[in-house]
T-cell receptor, first 114, second 116 residues
Framework: GNSVTQMEGPVTLSEEAFLTINCTYTATGYPSLFWYVQYPGEGLQLLLKATKADDKGSNKGFEATYRKETTSFHLEKGSVQVSDSAVYFCALSDTGGSNYKLTFGKGTLLTVNP | DAGVIQSPRHEVTEMGQEVTLRCKPISGHNSLFWYRQTMMRGLELLIYFNNNVPIDDSGMPEDRFSAKMPNASFSTLKIQPSEPRDSAVYFC??????????????FGSGTRLTVV
């Protein structure tokens, strides 16, 4: 079945540091890939997505590239801010039929210190 | 659009009581998902609907849990009787049908349930 593996957290960085959160996946077919962010006390929000190999999703300074050869979708940001502190979830879509559901990773807690 | 609306935001109830959580999806979204989030288990898919029909309820933990979607704009998740181990944040999410790549989900703000 489908699965998503994220790097274990928590990740603690200083402001303006470079961020990488690793995500690898196992899936049949050609899934779409997503990163979601959850700020404290809130629901998950779609951060970015990529729908085919070599696509790069980007939003709010975050980027991730769909790498089919390494089955990866690592999240990066060049300079993090305190406001980026949140839990980040990698996810993939099931490609079966006309319905689809997302398979989520366990989440990675990011804390950015001033 | 107001997004996915869940109510109540917080619920505290005594063990053995019935609890009903409510969700209003985004208009035009035809898929609806119920998730549970805890520190121990992370994010778990409980059940999802497509066009108001339950498609997969394999994540529903036991018979005490039930979910309905009587129309396209409303869904409920009921726990009867509730137990302390049901304490968690319950999220509802909705989405458009998959068309060539997926749109992702829109999540509600969640209901924090505490069973004492």
């Amino acid at each position: 079945g489908n699965s998503v593996t994220q790097m274990e957290g928590p990740v603690t960085l200083s402001e303006e540091a470079f961020l990488t959160i690793n995500c690898t996946y196992t899936a049949t077919g050609y899934p779409s890939l997503f990163w979601y962010v959850q700020y404290p006390g809130e629901g998950l929000q779609l951060l970015l997505k990529a729908t085919k190999a070599d696509d790069k999703g980007s939003n709010k300074g975050f980027e991730a590239t769909y790498r089919k050869e390494t089955t990866s979708f690592h999240l990066e940001k060049g300079s993090v801010q305190v406001s980026d502190s949140a839990v980040y979830f990698c996810a993939l879509s099931d490609t079966g039929g006309s319905n689809y559901k997302l398979t989520f990773g366990k989440g990675t807690l990011l804390t950015v210190n001033p | 659009d107001a997004g996915v609306i869940q109510s109540p935001r917080h619920e505290v109830t005594e063990m053995g009581q019935e609890v009903t959580l409510r969700c209003k999806p985004i208009s035009g979204h035809n898929s609806l998902f119920w998730y549970r989030q805890t520190m121990m288990r992370g994010l778990e898919l409980l059940i999802y609907f497509n066009n108001n029909v339950p498609i997969d309820d394999s994540g529903m933990p036991e018979d005490r849990f039930s979910a309905k979607m009587p129309n396209a704009s409303f869904s409920t998740l009921k726990i009867q009787p509730s137990e302390p181990r049901d304490s968690a944040v319950y999220f509802c999410a909705s989405s458009l049908p998959r068309t060539g790549g997926g749109y992702g989900y829109t999540f509600g703000s969640g209901t924090r349930l505490t069973v004492v």
